[in-house]
Nanobody, 114 residues
Framework: QVQLVESGGGLVQPGGSLRLSCAASGRFFSMYTMGWYRQALGKQRELVAT???????KYADSVKGRFTISRDNAKNTVYLEMNSLKTEDTAVYYC????????WGQGTQVTVSS
């Protein structure tokens, strides 16, 4: 069983930056593929970025060059560094852990607005 707790969301102006964190409990964190997803109001949840146990990363085209996913296995934490934020990045951001099973966090709200 894995529990995920996201933090770091908030209100930021367009062009600003935020760093999201996702702290995981449970064993074998380093073996999980970790991901960030987001869901805007009235839209489906979509992939933002993933990072494998080997450190390979993948990004949605809409965030490439602006967002960076990373992980610290010693701290059981995955991060999402978000720069040059746009109003269309506004959403609830969810952390996901996947190995044999899939686990989701409760989400953290990111609002980009002037």
């Amino acid at each position: 069983q894995v529990q995920l707790v996201e933090s770091g969301g908030g209100l930021v102006q367009p062009g600003g930056s935020l760093r999201l964190s996702c702290a995981a409990s449970g064993r074998f964190f380093s073996m999980y593929t970790m991901g960030w997803y987001r869901q805007a109001l009235g839209k489906q949840r979509e992939l933002v970025a993933t990072i494998t146990s080997e450190g390979s990363t993948k990004y949605a085209d809409s965030v490439k060059g602006r967002f960076t996913i990373s992980r610290d296995n010693a701290k059981n934490t995955v991060y999402l560094e978000m720069n040059s934020l746009k109003t269309e990045d506004t959403a609830v951001y969810y952390c996901k852990a996947q190995r044999a099973n899939i686990y989701w966090g409760q989400g953290t709200q990111v609002t980009v607005s002037s």
